[in-house]
């Protein structure tokens, strides 16, 4: 560890380590150097704007130690690197996440960032409603990018729920993010949404089998849904058009159930989205489409 004396030298060091490791990615990072870079700065307790030069400067032996503790931990645990550092970036702001959450990585952020538009026009959604809010992340945005909107959180997780609730009183959203308890709409009888967004699990028995050694630490009934990925998902949109106003809009990531979305139904008039920053398996469909659509779910 003796040539290991900037942060630059651990960056590098650790990205080599992770790649011989054969460590997966996707927890908000997409490759060995952002990875390494994440958890050196953190053990170093720097930011993450830091400027280039001072990745040069020179670390006391206990900085190393403790930085090179880290990078070890990720490769002998396998632990995606935002549960070590209890920190995770979504839409421009930063979540405390845990093993009781998913780590946010949704490409839903982009389209919290563009306050969901060109989707509602000239108008924007006042009443929005999170479904499987897990971290809060998602709720959370929404109400920082839409200062006038009104914002429901649901989970069926009590312990994510814990997790919502401190991320809302982090970002100061108390009186406009309602963190609730609910196995999707059980709990949100009479209200109505001008959006509707989630996030739920949709996993399928296949893909689950095949998931690398990090996914395993994140709660499994945050991603698992059954034979073809769509348990959750075909609740959704049977019951969504009760909660969605007239001229609502609902949003749902499925990921990679995206085709099996589309085998089992074949006559649903949803919109495929397409991501500036990456990212796919996310529809969008109005309210009066659902409603005539009808069913078949």
């Not at 930063?94 to 306050?115: G, T, W």
């Not at 959704?236 to 749902?252: K, S």
Request: glycine share 8%.
């Amino acid at each position: 560890m003796r040539y290991l004396r900037t942060p630059r030298d651990l960056i590098r060091w650790g990205a080599s380590l992770f790649r011989a490791a054969g460590l997966s990615f996707g927890h908000g990072t997409d490759n060995a150097i952002d990875d390494a870079a994440q958890l050196v700065l953190h053990a170093l307790h720097l930011p993450h704007s830091l400027p280039p030069i001072y990745l040069e400067g020179r670390l006391l032996p206990s900085e190393v130690a403790e930085a090179v503790a880290l990078l070890r931990r990720r490769v002998e645990e396998r632990v995606p690197a935002p549960y070590l550092t209890r920190e995770a970036w979504f839409a421009g702001l930063d979540f405390y996440v845990d093993q009781r959450v998913l780590i946010p990585r949704s490409p839903i952020a982009e389209l919290v960032e563009q306050r969901f538009q060109p989707w509602f026009g000239e108008r924007a959604p006042r009443r929005i409603l999170d479904l499987c809010t897990g971290s809060g992340c998602i709720a959370i945005a929404c109400a920082w990018y839409l200062p006038d909107a009104q914002v429901d959180a649901t989970d069926l997780s009590a312990q994510a729920l814990e997790v919502a609730r401190d991320n809302v009183r982090r970002h100061g959203l108390k009186e406009r993010v309602e963190v609730i308890e609910s196995d999707l709409f059980q709990a949100l009888a009479g209200r109505r949404y001008d959006l509707i967004v989630s996030n739920p699990p949709y996993v399928d028995e296949g893909e689950w089998g095949a998931l690398a050694p990090e996914f395993a630490h994140e709660p499994r009934v945050a991603l698992a849904a059954g034979a073809d990925g769509l348990d959750v998902v075909a609740r959704i949109l049977e019951q969504a058009p009760q909660y969605l106003e007239e001229d609502g809009l609902l949003i749902v990531e499925v990921g990679n159930a995206a085709a099996s979305l589309v085998r089992r139904f074949p006559e649903l008039p949803v919109t495929w989205l397409e991501f500036e920053r990456g990212g796919e398996g996310v529809f969008a469909i109005y309210a009066d489409e659902l409603r005539g659509w009808g069913g078949g779910v």
